[in-house]
Nanobody, 129 residues
Framework: EAQLVESGGKAVQAGGSLRLSCKAF????????IGWFRQAPGKERLEVSCVTNSDGSTYYADSVAGRFTISSDASKSTVYLQMNNLKPEDTAVYYC??????????????????????WGRGTQVTVSS
């Protein structure tokens, strides 16, 4: 059974850094894009960043571009989200999910939550000012 497990969330102060991990189980890692999404209390789930595991093509939401970096390690079946210069508005539960993605040429991955499935349980990130 396909499964994604997030870890690494914690409480930090503004300006700090965190690295989230999304470990994949039960499917061919390189056939998929993995995305990070977040949901703040009372808000809808939004895309943060996505990566294609086959060639490393990436997408970043404007709100995190230049501060967050997504990476994929096929040897560990794990996708990381390095988050720097964290802001209070980054506070949310962070989820990872997957989307079948096996294009022939590198293209920016689709990163809409409605396109992704096999959601993990999430990891809480809290940024205090």
């Amino acid at each position: 059974e396909a499964q994604l497990v997030e870890s690494g969330g914690k409480a930090v102060q503004a300006g700090g850094s965190l690295r989230l991990s999304c470990k994949a189980f039960g499917f061919v890692f390189d056939d998929y894009a993995i995305g990070w999404f977040r949901q703040a209390p009372g808000k809808e789930r939004l895309e943060v960043s996505c990566v294609t595991n086959s060639d490393g093509s990436t997408y970043y939401a404007d709100s995190v571009a230049g501060r967050f970096t997504i990476s994929s390690d096929a040897s560990k079946s794990t996708v990381y989200l390095q988050m720097n210069n964290l802001k209070p508005e980054d506070t949310a539960v962070y989820y990872c999910a997957r989307k079948l993605w096996n294009t022939v040429v590198p293209v920016t991955p689709i990163c809409s939550p409605s396109e992704y499935h096999s959601w993990g349980r999430g990891t809480q990130v809290t940024v205090s000012s």
